[in-house]
């Protein structure tokens, strides 16, 4: 009995001890997933292909006859001067991406457009959006929104980004049209302006930033799972009205 107890007391700090260890390992992986964003951008594999050596010129031997030349078999020797390997960015364009019923956006030449029902008071709650993103507003009226420089900051990236924005509105009928437009975007000393990748990047950021707080709660709630068959069949029973219970008649 005292060596049972005993070597169930040992397998059980074994048991503690392995678990211990795992969560240990899975704390510092996922803490390294965390700080290290560079998945996002970069493209994983052997890189060998970059040392390819550039193509010789073919040399016939005299009395040799080839073929006829044919432009279907022409290698394009000109020299690619865009990014390779690990400077190339793989990370997809920005989407728009409006949360509230019957409001639809489109992102066009550094602004995102969107249209919603004056009802969600979307325009209303944008200084309160910003302001909670520390962007600082310079300007402000019943139709126009001005921001300061402020830094925007991405998980993909290491160095943040100083940014200026000008919001609009336009009224029609019962809906708000709403315009969102970068008006300055710089990384250090370098201007992003000429950049249509970065400028979409970050201008698409906010507006997905602020469609995430205006967002309803319906949207934000995780529906509940479906309930399975026995539990379904288990509450239409007790919908079912009682039925009375006659005694038993005793001799």
């Not at 639809?104 to 325009?123: K, R």
Request: charged share 25%.
């Amino acid at each position: 009995m005292l060596n049972n107890t005993l070597n169930r007391t040992l397998w059980q700090s074994n048991v503690i001890k392995k678990a211990a260890v795992l969560t240990v390992v899975t704390s510092l992986f996922l803490a390294g997933c965390g700080s290290d964003q560079h998945f996002k951008r970069e493209v994983e594999g052997n890189e060998d292909y970059l040392k390819s050596p550039t193509l010789k010129p073919l040399i016939i031997p005299k009395g040799v006859k080839i073929p006829a030349e044919s432009g279907d078999f022409y290698v394009i020797t000109t020299e690619f001067k865009g990014d390779l390997g690990k400077k190339l960015d793989i990370r997809p364009p920005s989407l728009p991406i409006p949360t509230i019923q019957d409001a639809f956006a489109f992102y066009n030449s550094g602004s995102v457009t969107f249209n919603v029902p004056l009802s969600n008071n979307v325009w209303g709650r944008i200084p309160n959006s910003l302001s909670k993103k520390n962007i600082p507003i310079v300007s402000r009226d019943n139709n126009t929104i001005k921001t300061d420089k402020t830094f925007m900051v991405r998980a993909d990236e290491e160095q943040a980004v100083q940014a200026t924005y000008s919001i609009k509105r336009q009224l029609l009928d019962n809906t708000e049209t709403i315009t969102i437009s970068i008006t300055s975007l710089a990384r250090g000393m370098d201007d992003l302006m000429s950049q249509p990748i970065e400028v979409q990047r970050y201008v698409v950021g906010l507006f997905n930033d602020i469609m995430d707080d205006v967002a309803p709660d319906s949207v934000r709630v995780v529906p509940p799972k479906a309930q399975d068959n026995d539990t379904e069949k288990d509450n239409a029973e007790s919908k079912k009205p009682a039925t009375a219970v006659n005694g038993t008649n005793q001799e």
